[in-house]
């Protein structure tokens, strides 16, 4: 079955920088586009970056020259380099991908910046 297990969350400083991990399994992982997205409190969840099959990648304009995704199919593994980071990046982050209609997420990872 599916499965994604994101780490590398924690408290950092505001101006101080985490790198996520998503571990993928149960899939064809090379063939599927991956996702980033991230929920605070008291918001939606939204959608923070996308990296293709061929490593195309898209950004949210909050986080865009700020954080990078990239993936390593050997792995199986999905990464989000965040560097900057602001206290309003405080949120949990989510691997995600689709199988057709089918959604897929991990549990996430908690990310806070403050001092």
């Known amino acids: 079955q599916v499965q994604l297990v994101e780490s590398g969350g924690g408290l950092v400083q505001p101006g101080g920088s985490l790198r996520l991990s998503c571990a993928a399994s149960g899939f064809s992982f090379s063939l599927y586009v991956m996702r980033w997205y991230r929920q605070a409190p008291g918001k939606q969840r939204e959608l923070v970056a996308t990296?293709?099959?061929?490593?195309?990648?898209v950004y949210a304009d909050s986080v865009k020259g700020r954080f990078t995704i990239s993936r390593d199919n050997t792995k199986s593994t999905v990464y989000l380099q965040m560097n900057s980071l602001k206290p309003e990046d405080t949120a949990v982050y989510y691997c995600?991908?689709?199988?057709?209609?089918?959604?897929?997420w991990g549990q996430g990872t908690q990310v806070t910046v403050s001092t």
């Open positions: 995600n991908t689709f199988r057709g209609p089918t959604g897929y």
């Open positions: 990296i293709a099959t061929g490593s195309n990648t």
